[in-house]
């Protein structure tokens, strides 16, 4: 049997110099980790840029078939890809647990193996949080804080008409991958028995949905070629919703191209397996944590070879209005049911 250690064993301290251990700090910006009553942090003239997100079991995760090192990463990258919505440099982030007594030390020390593949991933210290007891499942909120010189800073309400929007990576395969983990779980609840089986031509869009990445990547080549978007959006509700986000906050409207709307074969094929039109998950699918981002038209030499970006479309004056043309060369109107909890 799997050793299982209840946390009042360790206590609050002790789970907490648990994690102390395990996190070195690795950025000289980082003065003071976990162990006072806050941190010290050296923006080094920059500003600062803060996020945070709460994550509930039950409504946004569920331990039956999400592993929990997977949402600790999962975790950090939600955060950090807010972050890297602002073109700022992510550097630190705290982690606040509410705890329920299903929860050992054991899996609370997967987690944060999960939290720290992140940390390593996207170079981020871990310098503090709180900790306690929950009697309803396990509750995870994160705080990350990133850093950037003003005017590298980008919003989502300053994109202007005539701009290229730009997405990066592809769309609807976290969607997929959550039908199908959703639709495993049901025969497994079905027939305890039965071993929930992941088929090796659903192992992208699984991967898209357990092990989402936060686009860094993008947010560094952007700076490499001398690239500030006029502004830019993560997708974490869909592409149409953050589009239509875009739009109205900026006072504009766009149109964007049916046949450009970057789609992986594998979402194709579950989509069609699932019943489900392979373009409106892409478009409302969420949880892509993709990057949805507005150039001016005269940087479009410097962005058209990067990596793993497709030029979707263009920003119009026809006010907070979206529109996707159609293969069929009808244009249509971007709606967003978007994703709500309540
Ligand atoms: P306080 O009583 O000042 O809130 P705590 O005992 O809650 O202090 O926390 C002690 C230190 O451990 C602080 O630096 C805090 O940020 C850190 N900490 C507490 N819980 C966590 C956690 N779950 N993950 C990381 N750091 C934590
Ligand atoms: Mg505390």
């Given at each position: 049997?799997?050793?299982?250690?209840?946390?009042?064993?360790?206590?609050?301290?002790?789970?907490?110099?648990?994690?102390?251990?395990?996190?070195?700090?690795?950025?000289?910006?980082?003065?003071?980790?976990?162990?006072?009553?806050?941190?010290?942090?050296?923006?080094?003239?920059?500003?600062?840029?803060?996020?945070?997100?709460?994550?509930?079991?039950?409504i946004h995760f569920d331990?039956?078939?999400?592993?929990?090192?997977?949402?600790?990463?999962?975790?950090?990258?939600?955060?950090?890809?807010?972050?890297?919505?602002?073109?700022?440099?992510?550097?630190?982030?705290?982690?606040?647990?509410?705890?329920?007594?299903?929860?050992?030390?054991?899996?609370?020390?997967?987690?944060?193996?999960?939290?720290?593949?992140?940390?390593?991933?996207?170079?981020?210290?871990?310098?503090?949080?709180?900790?306690?007891?929950?009697?309803?499942?396990?509750?995870?909120?994160?705080?990350?804080?990133?850093?950037?010189?003003?005017?590298?800073?980008?919003?989502?309400?300053?994109?202007?008409v005539n701009d290229i929007?730009?997405?990066?990576?592809?769309?609807?395969?976290?969607?997929?991958?959550?039908?199908?983990?959703?639709?495993?779980?049901?025969?497994?609840?079905?027939?305890?028995?039965?071993?929930?089986?992941?088929?090796?031509?659903?192992?992208?869009?699984?991967?898209?949905?357990?092990?989402?990445?936060?686009?860094?990547?993008?947010?560094?080549?952007?700076?490499?070629?001398?690239?500030?978007?006029?502004?830019?959006?993560?997708?974490?509700?869909?592409?149409?919703?953050?589009l239509l986000h875009i739009?109205?906050?900026?006072?504009?409207?766009?149109?964007?191209?049916?046949?450009?709307?970057?789609?992986?074969?594998?979402?194709?094929?579950?989509?069609?397996?699932?019943?489900?039109?392979?373009?409106?998950?892409?478009?409302?699918?969420?949880?892509?944590?993709?990057?949805?981002?507005?150039?001016?038209?005269?940087?479009?030499?410097?962005?058209?070879?990067?990596?793993?970006?497709?030029?979707?479309?263009?920003?119009?004056?026809?006010?907070?209005?979206?529109?996707?043309?159609?293969?069929?060369?009808?244009?249509?109107?971007?709606?967003?049911?978007?994703?709500?909890?309540?």
């Amino acid at each position: 049997m799997e050793q299982r250690t209840e946390l009042s064993t360790l206590g609050e301290f002790g789970l907490i110099k648990l994690i102390n251990e395990k996190f070195p700090i690795n950025n000289p910006e980082t003065l003071k980790g976990i162990g006072d009553d806050a941190a010290v942090i050296d923006s080094a003239g920059k500003e600062l840029v803060v996020s945070t997100d709460l994550l509930i079991e039950g409504i946004h995760f569920d331990l039956s078939y999400c592993p929990i090192k997977l949402l600790g990463y999962k975790s950090v990258a939600v955060n950090v890809s807010d972050i890297a919505a602002m073109n700022a440099i992510p550097k630190q982030i705290t982690v606040s647990l509410g705890l329920s007594n299903r929860i050992s030390v054991e899996a609370v020390e997967e987690l944060y193996e999960g939290i720290k593949a992140a940390c390593d991933e996207y170079k981020v210290d871990l310098v503090g949080g709180d900790t306690s007891a929950s009697r309803s499942g396990l509750v995870i909120s994160i705080t990350a804080l990133g850093f950037a010189e003003k005017e590298k800073i980008v919003y989502r309400n300053t994109a202007k008409v005539n701009d290229i929007v730009c997405v990066s990576g592809d769309f609807g395969a976290a969607l997929m991958g959550l039908q199908t983990l959703e639709r495993e779980k049901q025969v497994f609840l079905a027939n305890p028995d039965m071993q929930p089986q992941i088929d090796k031509d659903r192992d992208y869009v699984i991967e898209r949905q357990l092990k989402p990445q936060a686009r860094m990547d993008v947010v560094y080549e952007l700076r490499d070629l001398g690239v500030v978007p006029t502004s830019m959006i993560d997708v974490s509700d869909g592409l149409a919703a953050e589009l239509l986000h875009i739009c109205k906050n900026s006072g504009v409207g766009a149109v964007i191209f049916e046949d450009k709307i970057p789609i992986e074969d594998q979402t194709y094929l579950t989509a069609t397996e699932l019943n489900f039109s392979p373009m409106t998950a892409a478009l409302n699918g969420g949880e892509d944590y993709e990057l949805l981002f507005t150039v001016k038209q005269e940087d479009y030499e410097k962005i058209k070879n990067m990596n793993d970006v497709s030029i979707i479309g263009y920003i119009t004056n026809d006010v907070t209005d979206a529109k996707m043309m159609m293969k069929s060369g009808n244009l249509v109107n971007i709606t967003a049911p978007g994703y709500e909890h309540f």
